[in-house]
């Protein structure tokens, strides 16, 4: 049991820092247009990844380290509010939607449900702090962009996802031993 523990927080971990790690290389990838807060979702690959492999909780907590780590390394603490409500919202959204819809809801409709949750978690934020409920006009222009990128995101999840399951299986069937 205890190596199954082991096996589980190192995988959860190694979660963490795949999204953490796609968060600082997005933060350096620059948008060739002027889209405030349009970004490719690199780091909900690992959100996704934790939702469909160990659930909820996990997920949220993957999601959080990730926003606030990116936040401090990356983004600035100006951008955790942001980064962190998307984070938190699109997780819970796209457990839901895999709870309720899949497989019905392919994983990358799924992820694309996410990035809406995302952007609209970001565009509420940033009204909020801004005392400015105007922004939500702004909104139709990120769901455009959160579609396209949701749906990449999905399939690099799709991709990833059986391999994943399959090398957590063999860890498990060997007892949580680490190769």
Known sequence: MK????FKNVYIAMLVAIGLVLHIIESNIPIPVSLPGAKLGLANIASLLTVVIYGPVTALIVSAVRALLGGFLAGGISSIPYSLNGALFSTIIMWLAFKRLFPKL???????LGAAAHNIAQIF????????FGLFTYL?????IGTVTGYFI???????IKTLKINIAKQQKDGGKLL
Request: proline share 3%; net charge neutral.
């Open 106 to 112: 392919s994983l990358i409709g799924v992820s694309v």
């Open 154 to 160: 999905g399939l690099v999840a799709n991709l990833t």
């Open 140 to 144: 139709p222009v990120l769901l455009v």
């Open 125 to 132: 934020t940033a009204s909020v702090i801004l005392s400015n």
């Open 3 to 6: 190596n199954t523990n082991t």
